[in-house]
């Protein structure tokens, strides 16, 4: 089994700074794509970044420029610097991963984490 842990979630100014961290843990599995996602009160869930085994990423419009996503593949680790937040910000941020799991037979997972909240006060 593999969970994902994320932290760093909380109440910040407009034009503020966050950073969002998501650990998996487990036993016997490799991480391919991971990244993070959000949802806003009455609003879907969205893709925010995401970062693929050879550090290519992906953005949002909405947030390009502002947040960075990065990895620590030793520490099977997921980063979402977040700066000059706004208001429309205001979210749970759920980090996900494309999981493999390598014994006792190879088979493909998709693990969500529970979520952090942040929320950016105007």
């Known amino acids: 089994q593999v969970q994902l842990v994320e932290s760093g979630g909380g109440l910040v100014q407009t034009g503020g700074s966050l950073r969002l961290s998501c650990a998996a843990s487990?036993?016997?599995?490799?991480?391919?794509?991971m990244g993070w996602y959000r949802q806003a009160p009455g609003q879907q869930r969205e893709l925010v970044a995401a970062i693929a085994n050879n550090s290519s990423t992906n953005y949002a419009d909405s947030v390009k420029g502002r947040f960075t996503i990065s990895r620590d593949v030793a520490k099977d680790t997921v980063y979402l610097q977040m700066n000059n937040l706004k208001p429309e910000d205001t979210a749970v941020y759920y980090c996900n991963a494309a999981v493999v799991i390598v014994t006792p037979a190879i088979r493909n997972l998709e693990v969500w984490g529970l979520g952090t909240l942040v929320t950016v006060s105007s």
């Open positions: 487990g036993s016997a599995f490799r991480l391919n794509v």
